[in-house]
């Protein structure tokens, strides 16, 4: 806002009014408003005029009086005052004013000359004092720069509110930053930092102020922190972000509990004086600290489950390799091995299938917890797959303490797991391979790992097994089995064959085990090692085991019909069979489709299956023999089974492991196997011997008591219609028919 130049003119016209202040619409503009107090009418009247030809508006009060109620009523910004008035002085007005605290100037214009009168005057707070009478350009002088003092004064105060305000937001602004702001003299030390330190590490701000910036800097930061804070560059480099821990005061927090520091972004911007151009001087730094704690844990999450199997909390596959890769390389500088060990747990998903999801995830945690408990620091166990683990041994003496670990961590398995209600047994097959033995390279040593963890499987399980050449071969088979297992059923190519049993003390054949085959539309008629293992991996051994009841019910049935053949049938069943739920029913309904006669059908199930889940086979073992189906424990002696389990269990037959009869000696230690036939005595058990090769084998059994063996000795087990002929020869033979004799001899004499 300007002001008019003062106008010095004596009797101003209306035309020569500065042009700003004529207003349109017959409203006037003007440039103050003026109270003229004085009770002389000639006096207040000329100074009225006065005023409104140099464009004030003034107002008349005839008095002190009428001015203090005129002053109540509206605002004026100058009044000019006579001192010496009848009914209220001029002094008293001004201190009504003052008692008011009306923000008007004041201009004395007075006959009172007096030096007091003055003094007394300009102490109340009047601008100045005009002596009447007055000469009209000084009057107007007077008037015009009290009014610009106002204004100034005015102006001034208006800034100086605009600039508290502007100072109070900036000061908002910065306190209320996510970030931490600071800034550092030349000397690094803080000579600003907003209030985010409080809350962010635990410092009041006039702890920190005046403190070097390495008391806030984590200490295996503080390097890296000077070298940045050192660079007083210019230019695109003078600012730098970088990554740095800071220092908290009280560590109680949670969120700092850990690293006892708070990962900051940290940007720096070198502060130099303007001044000079060509040589500036360095003053400080300013800065910009973010507390990034939260994208670290992010960061710090990812990267761990980047290497880690979140269930079991074990290195995953990729970080596996890794450490192999290290451990190879310091075993080329240390001459010593690596071992690679590939566990697979066994029937692994029959667990899962049959107890839930739930069971088998936790199943995994206590089994990875269990390992780890055999393990040194410097080994690692990682989690590759489903129920797979690998082991990495570096630095490891000898093959010997291989084996030696296998050994203790297939022992590690002998007690069972709890998990809720579930009792459940585990057991791992081993493949473990060597550097520099068996490959020196990280995917040569867990590839032949594998292979002879799958050697493992297939002979078996629950062992382990050196990588050998020779398994290479039977890998690369066993990968096609189960793509063709699949069809295999569908196409038929499943086959039955027939081993007989035999009453050793007559000869007489007294029954059959019903034995699966493959024929393999490439490799020919396939064992059930080359198979079955695959089979119940897959789960394709609970209909491969359906169709076999099937197969072998409906001939037991025919042969039953067309030649009066009383035969006892045996059927091996593996463990998931058992735990379907509809087994108990699909088993009745085949033997009531064929109207089989009670204790026709045996069941077979080896020792070490029946542990595994033992309180259902129970349930459903009993379900079944109570329908009058007999029950035989196949591979007896080779679980590592407590037997007393034996009176728990609905068992009519015992079959002896062949590894024992193998094992007889015309003058050895026989004991497990009289043990065994005894057992059986004591426990009013069928035995059957297994495996039998020799007529000596035959003749010790047959001396021991044991009624009935099965083997090679009788025969192999052979297709249906050879099976026909063989009965044949053998009741032909019990009717001393020559030609049958002589072949039969060779069956059974010795
Ligand atoms: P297993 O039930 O113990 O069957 C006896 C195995 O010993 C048969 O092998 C038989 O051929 C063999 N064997 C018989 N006598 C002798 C002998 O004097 N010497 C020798 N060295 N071996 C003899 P196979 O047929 O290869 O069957 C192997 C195993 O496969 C069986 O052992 C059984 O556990 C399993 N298996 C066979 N068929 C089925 C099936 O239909 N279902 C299920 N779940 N498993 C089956
Ligand atoms: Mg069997
Ligand atoms: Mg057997």
Same mark, same amino acid.
């Given at each position: #806002? ?22 349109? !619409? ?60 009848? %009914?209220?002085?001029? =002094?008293?007005? #001004? ?8 923000? *008007? ?13 003055? &003094? ?58 996510? %970030? ?15 209030? $985010? ?30 070298? @940045? ?29 850990? *690293? ?12 130099? &004086?303007?001044?000079?151009?060509? +040589? ?17 844990? /992010? ?33 080329? $500088? ?37 390992? !780890? ?8 166990? /990682? ?84 990588? /050998? ?29 027939? =081993? ?5 003390? +007559? +000869? ?10 493959? #024929? ?22 609970? =209909? ?61 199930? @080896?020792?070490?299956?029946? #542990? ?17 189906? $007999? ?39 026989? *004991? ?30 047959? $001396? ?32 001393? &028919?020559?030609?049958?004799? =002589? ?8």
């Amino acid at each position: #806002m300007s002001y008019p130049a003062p106008w010095n003119g004596i009797n101003p016209k209306a035309d020569e009014l500065p042009e700003k202040l004529i207003t349109t !619409k017959n409203k006037k503009r003007f440039l103050a408003r003026v109270l003229v107090v004085d009770d002389e009418p000639r006096a207040r009247d000329s100074l009225q005029e006065l005023l409104q030809l140099s464009g004030y508006e003034a107002i008349v009060a005839s008095g002190g009086l009428e001015a203090v109620a005129k002053l109540q009523e509206r605002h004026y910004e100058l009044i000019l005052l006579d001192l010496n008035m009848p %009914d209220m002085s001029g =002094q008293q007005v #001004m201190e009504f004013i003052n008692r008011q605290h009306i923000n *008007s100037d004041v201009i004395i214009v007075s006959g009172e000359t007096t030096f007091d009168h003055a &003094t007394q005057a300009l102490r109340r707070g009047a601008q100045d004092f005009l002596r009447k009478p007055y000469a009209p350009d000084e009057l107007l002088r007077s008037v015009t720069n009290v009014l610009e003092k106002r204004r100034l004064q005015e102006e001034n105060k208006s800034i100086q509110l605009r600039l508290e305000e502007s100072e109070s937001l900036h000061r908002f602004i910065v306190n209320n930053s996510p %970030d931490m702001i600071y800034l550092l003299d030349q000397d690094g030390k803080f000579a600003f930092v907003n209030e $985010r330190v409080e809350t962010l590490l635990g410092f009041k701000q006039e702890e920190i102020i005046g403190e070097h910036f390495s008391k806030l800097i984590f200490h295996d930061d503080v390097e890296q922190a000077q070298h @940045t804070f050192n660079e007083r560059r210019t230019g695109d480099r003078a600012t730098k972000s970088i990554e740095l821990r800071l220092r908290c005061k009280d560590c109680d927090a949670p969120r700092y509990f850990e *690293s006892r520091s708070v990962p900051i972004e940290l940007s720096s911007i070198g502060i130099y &004086t303007i001044s000079h151009v060509q +040589n500036k001087e360095f003053i400080g730094t300013y800065g910009v600290a973010r507390d990034i704690t939260k994208r670290k844990q /992010a960061e710090e999450l990812i990267k761990y489950q980047l290497h880690h199997d979140l269930l079991t909390n074990l290195p995953n596959r990729s970080l596996f390799r890794d450490r192999l890769n290290m451990a190879l390389a310091q075993s080329k $500088r240390s001459g010593k091995h690596v071992a690679v060990l590939y566990l697979d747990m066994d029937r692994f998903k029959v667990i899962n299938d049959s107890l839930g999801h739930f069971v088998g995830d936790e199943l995994l945690q206590q089994v990875a917890h269990r390992l !780890k408990t055999g393990l040194r620091e410097a080994d690692t166990l /990682a989690r590759v797959g489903g129920d797979e683990f690998n082991l990495l041994i570096p630095e490891l003496n000898s093959e010997d303490d291989a084996r030696t670990l296998a050994t203790k961590i297939l022992s590690l398995f002998a007690a069972p797991f709890y998990i809720g209600e579930e009792e459940i047994f585990v057991s791992f097959s081993i493949g473990i391979s060597l550097s520099p033995e068996h490959g020196d390279t990280r995917e040569a040593l867990i590839k032949n790992a594998d292979i002879a963890m799958y050697q493992v499987k297939y002979s078996g399980k629950n062992g382990y097994a050196f990588y /050998a050449e020779s398994m290479k071969h039977h890998y690369s088979q066993s990968l096609d089995t189960e793509n063709g297992l699949r069809r295999a059923i569908e196409k038929n190519e499943l086959r039955i064959f027939y =081993q007989p049993q035999v009453d050793i003390q +007559n +000869n007489k054949i007294v029954g059959i085990e019903a034995l699966v085959r493959w #024929m393999h539309p490439e490799r020919g008629l396939l064992n059930p090692v080359d198979f079955i293992s695959v089979a119940e991996d897959t789960g394709l051994i609970v =209909q491969l085991g359906e169709w076999m009841l099937i197969k072998a019910c409906r001939d037991i049935r025919r042969w039953l019909d067309e030649f009066g053949l009383k035969l006892s049938l045996a059927v091996n069943i593996s463990v998931q069979q058992l735990e379907t739920k509809d087994f108990v029913p699909k088993v009745l309904k085949i033997i009531k489709k064929h109207d089989l006669p009670r204790n026709v059908l045996e069941l077979e199930i @080896t020792e070490s299956e029946i #542990m595994q889940d033992m309180e259902r086979a129970i349930e459903t073992l009993s379900t079944l023999s109570k329908k009058g189906i $007999r029950i035989a424990i196949d591979d007896f002696g080779t679980g590592y089974s407590s037997l007393g389990y034996l009176q728990s269990l609905p068992i009519n037959t015992l079959k002896m492991d062949r590894s024992f009869v193998n094992g007889i000696k015309a003058r050895g230690d026989n *004991s497990i196997v009289n043990a065994i036939i005894a057992m059986a005595k004591g426990l009013n058990l069928d035995l059957i011997a297994e495996g039998v090769e020799s007529p000596a084998q035959r003749n010790y059994l047959k $001396r021991s008591g044991c009624t009935l063996a099965q083997g090679f000795h009788f025969s192999r087990a052979v297709p249906e219609s050879d099976l026909l002929a063989l009965i044949n020869d053998t009741t032909l033979r019990a009717k001393q &028919t020559p030609y049958i004799k =002589q072949k039969s001899e060779s069956l059974f004499d010795t």
